[in-house]
């Protein structure tokens, strides 16, 4: 079952149309996405009303493009505000312990290492729920004791910074470690040997061969968090992050101005993604 | 400062970025979680430690239904994946060479790319009622009228094993990648065919890729909220929204923290299970 291993005409035919049909099956559902976004009609279905942009950029109501509606842009907006806290804060944890782990010998190592991936293995779901419930016992012992009221530690956009957190670091750390491991100590020693403290040989030498590993860790800590859905759901506020608003007229049933979204997050997140492989590839 | 103590304090501000947020975020919630599941109100804002949540689960028959119904469905839908996936990963780790093989495999990731909410979205606009494939079914003249293929089952495992996909096509075609041709050439040397090849030197080979891949899946599917709900339809039974249900429409958080523990137990269980059947450990599978 190898090139070099001559196979039946008819096993390899079947083979053949077996992955054409996987191929077909995977893009099939996000090009409808695509293509109803410019379906002249007030329902993403067929018939095919004709080509028009109103999804895009008409401005009256009830055919509201996308780029008029003041909701639907407001919880981009905030989206995009969670995922930039969310990239900043994986990425620095994500660094220090790429350090930690890579570089540094201490007790309950390996424990602490299992213990960090925990994350990866938790429901999103559970992740969600167990840090509402854990920070509404802060909330409400804060309010019965000293009567403060913390309004963030109530369903917020802070916590769905706070719970993206929680495993997208996990992620992280475990792209920026692996670009650490390859780095040849050596090259921190000369610098050092030529009068570089550790810090800015760390700075200097170090740091500009993670880059990629970073960059490339940021991007996807960005994009998981921006489409993230099950952790939010259960920590989001009065601010409602894209995906919680879109799941809300996903369920009502609405026009195809959910497709220009879709399209343009599709176009978006692509762009990013081919931007990760590019940054990555690079320089190894 | 002499050098030691600066080496400490130095181990020491690395490691406090991990130890808050480890125990912040991850070990303190879920023990708070357990306390709270572990109680029950007995009179307003007077609890009192018991097991009545955990209980109440095995005595109303729709929560443990709804349980098992949950696990089975993603052990068939891991199944399928799995199944499926195989040939593929197959095909591109080592029946494609050079650009096709880089190009196919990059398009096996798109899906991962593209928020769960857009992939399910598809599916929507392809089987609802007046979607594409009944009005294609009309068209060729295999069905009269509209064709309702949404709020199923069948619907339900379509969208898990596509949005699992990929979970099982990386590691698989990562595992199948670095199985020499020569080792394949030679089970055929040896007399084999193709099917004792593959089950006595390619399976074998892949099965680290296996294991993490199913376990992947596995747990994506458990924890999976929107395929279930938006392609099952408001009466589809599944335990994530359950727990969605207690703590947020019914506000009965102890009820709901004791469903999060099932299933983290249940996650936690098949995960362990599948980690000890292959001999492998979470370290060397995620890490």
Redesign the interface.
């Known amino acids: 079952m190898i090139p070099s291993i001559p196979q039946p005409k008819s096993f390899r035919v079947l083979y053949g149309a077996y992955i054409a049909l996987f191929f077909v099956y995977l893009v099939l559902p996000l090009a409808v996405v695509a293509v109803f976004a410019f379906n002249d009609s007030m329902f993403p279905s067929l018939p095919w009303g004709g080509f028009t942009l109103d999804w895009f950029l008409n401005d009256t109501e009830p055919r509201l493009g996308l780029f008029h509606d003041g909701r639907l842009l407001e919880s981009i907006w905030t989206s995009f505000f969670i995922a930039c806290w969310v990239t900043v804060l994986s990425v620095a944890v994500g660094t220090t312990n790429a350090f930690l782990f890579e570089r540094r010998e201490f007790p309950f190592k390996s424990f602490l290492y299992m213990l960090m991936l925990l994350p990866l293995v938790v429901p999103g779901v559970i992740l969600g729920i167990s840090i509402l419930v854990f920070s509404s016992t802060i909330a409400n012992w804060l309010e019965n004791s000293y009567g403060i009221d913390l309004e963030f530690l109530r369903p917020s956009t802070f916590l769905v910074i706070v719970g993206q957190f929680s495993f997208i670091a996990t992620i992280t750390t475990l792209v920026i470690a692996a670009r650490l491991r390859k780095f040849d100590t050596a090259l921190e020693e000369a610098a050092q040997s030529l009068g570089a403290s550790r810090l800015t040989a760390v700075r200097t030498v170090t740091m500009p061969y993670l880059k990629p590993a970073i960059v490339g860790a940021a991007i996807v800590a960005f994009l998981m968090s921006f489409e993230n859905f099950n952790t939010t759901l259960m920590l989001a506020g009065s601010d409602q992050p894209l995906t919680i608003a879109m799941y809300g007229r996903l369920r009502e049933g609405s026009t195809p101005e959910l497709n220009a979204l879709s399209l343009l997050l599709m176009t978006v997140s692509g762009g990013l993604a081919l931007l990760s492989v590019f940054v990555q590839r690079d320089k190894d | 400062m002499n050098l030691k103590a600066a080496t400490r304090l130095s ?1 020491f ?3 406090a ?2 130890l808050v ?2 125990i912040g ?6 023990a ?2 357990l306390a ?1 599941s572990l109680r029950e109100r007995v009179a307003v804002r007077t609890y009192e430690f018991s097991f009545a949540n955990y209980g109440e689960f095995f005595n109303e028959p729709l929560y443990w239904r709804t349980f098992a119904r949950t696990a089975i469905m993603s052990i068939v839908a891991t199944a399928l994946t799995l199944l ?1 996936s195989f ?2 990963s ?2 591109i780790a ?2 494609l060479r050079g650009r096709l093989k880089a190009f ?1 495999f ?6 991962f ?14 089987l ?1 009622e ?3 494939f009944s ?1 294609v079914l009309q068209w060729v003249g295999m069905a009269d009228g509209p064709v309702e293929m949404l709020y199923n089952d069948a619907t339900i495992m379509v969208g898990l094993v ?1 949005t699992s ?1 990929l979970f099982m096509v990386v590691p698989l075609v990562t595992t199948l990648d670095s199985l020499e ?1 020569a080792q ?2 030679a089970g ?1 040397d040896l007399g084999g065919n ?1 099917f004792s ?2 089950r006595t030197i ?1 399976i074998p080979h892949a099965m680290p890729g296996i294991v993490s891949g199913c ?1 992947v899946v596995f ?2 599917t ?5 395929t279930p709900v ?1 392609l099952g339809g408001k009466d589809n039974l599944w335990f ?1 929204a359950q ?2 249900t207690q ?2 429409t019914r506000f009965n ?1 102890e009820q ?2 004791a469903f ?1 523990f099932l ?2 137990g249940l ?2 269980l098949i ?1 362990w299970s599948g980690l000890k059947l292959s001999r492998q450990t ?2 060397e599978t ?2």
């Open positions: 181990l501000l690395l490691m970025p991990l947020w480890l975020l991850i070990i303190l919630p879920h708070d979680m709270i499926i040939p593929v197959y095909y080592k029946m196919l990059l398009l096996c990731l798109v899906p790319w593209v928020s769960e909410l857009v992939r399910t979205f598809g599916w929507m606009i392809l609802r007046s979607g594409v009005n596509y996909m041709d394949v050439e055929y193709a090849v593959l390619i376990i747990m994506l458990l924890g999976n909220y929107l938006l994530t727990i969605y703590f947020i958080w709901g923290a999060g299933l983290l996650s936690s995960v979470l370290t995620m890490g």
